[in-house]
Nanobody
């Protein structure tokens, strides 16, 4: 019953923008932490951005000033606004959520972001 559906990935030229969305099913309930990870070819999956329920945010140094994480708690949806994209931002982006009171976190299916030079 728990499902995270990601959308918004695609192909964009360097300097362009994309907005990723991650919608959680109602079954997941309230969400404590929402985060975005990415996995570039040949690299480990890394945390890109995370947000607490009250809006406090973390960003990896590589994306500070370019990416913005946000969330709509009424819709159980997280967003990642990506601007000034660089080829090194290319990878599969995954959302991850931890429900309030839950023992486990859940992963989205991933969405491909490709930035051409």
């Amino acid at each position: 019953q728990v499902q995270l559906v990601e959308s918004g990935g695609g192909l964009v030229q360097a300097g362009g923008s994309l907005r990723l969305s991650c919608a959680a099913s109602e079954a997941i309930g309230g969400i404590n932490i929402m985060g975005w990870y990415r996995q570039a070819p040949g690299k480990q999956r890394e945390l890109v951005a995370a947000a607490t329920r009250d809006g406090s945010a973390y960003y990896a140094d590589s994306v500070k000033g370019r990416f913005t994480i946000s969330r709509d708690n009424t819709k159980n949806t997280a967003y990642l606004q990506m601007s000034s994209l660089k080829p090194e931002d290319t990878g599969v982006y995954y959302c991850n959520v931890k429900p309030i009171g839950g023992l486990n976190s859940y992963w989205g299916q991933g969405t491909q972001v490709t930035v051409s030079s």
